[in-house]
């Protein structure tokens, strides 16, 4: 068993087997995770938003779906990583408070989810597997070794995936 790399919220790291990598207090974020089976190299990134452009004077990718999973291809590209070997992962995108409303701002979680699902696509990256939704907050960790992510959730049975 190797170490355990940590990822902050709005935060992004890469770790390669026999180590693993966690993030903690998933809510309506998303923990999105990239992996090569082969090298058995993967990125993890916890985006927030789902939009960079929304927001003026941002200075950190990692915070949206569309540039958080932008720089993670580029930190892999780096570890000789290519896009077309990259298989992905996530879980997250709660719905923390019970809101009757169609109010947008307040589905942060939802639009998370469907934002990554959409940079995944314009990527060509595969989803494999996700854990999104609900009103339950997450914390996960992907071992690389054996491509699976486990979703531990307080008073929830463990789950992989």
Do not use: W
């Not at 720089?71 to 009757?100: T, Y």
């Not at 314009?122 to 989803?127: A, F, H, Q, T, V």
């Amino acid at each position: 068993m190797g170490n355990m790399v940590k990822v902050g919220m709005a935060d992004m790291n890469i770790c390669k087997a026999p180590d693993a990598i966690t993030t903690l207090g998933l809510g309506s974020c998303i923990g999105v995770v990239l992996y090569d089976i082969r090298t058995k190299i993967c990125g993890m990134v916890h985006v927030m938003l789902p939009d960079s452009t929304a927001i003026k004077m941002n200075d950190n990718p990692a915070k949206f779906a569309d540039t958080g999973i932008r720089d993670m291809l580029k930190m892999l590209e780096k570890q000789g990583v290519p896009k077309s070997a990259l298989k992905a992962k996530m879980a997250g995108g709660a719905q923390m408070f019970a809101v009757k409303s169609d109010n947008d701002m307040l589905r942060v979680g939802q639009r998370n989810a469907e934002a990554v699902r959409k940079v995944l696509q314009g990527y060509g990256i595969k989803l494999m597997a996700e854990d999104c939704g609900a009103n339950y907050g997450r914390t996960i960790e992907f071992y690389p070794e054996t491509q699976e992510l486990y979703i531990k959730s307080i008073g929830k049975e463990l789950k992989i995936i």
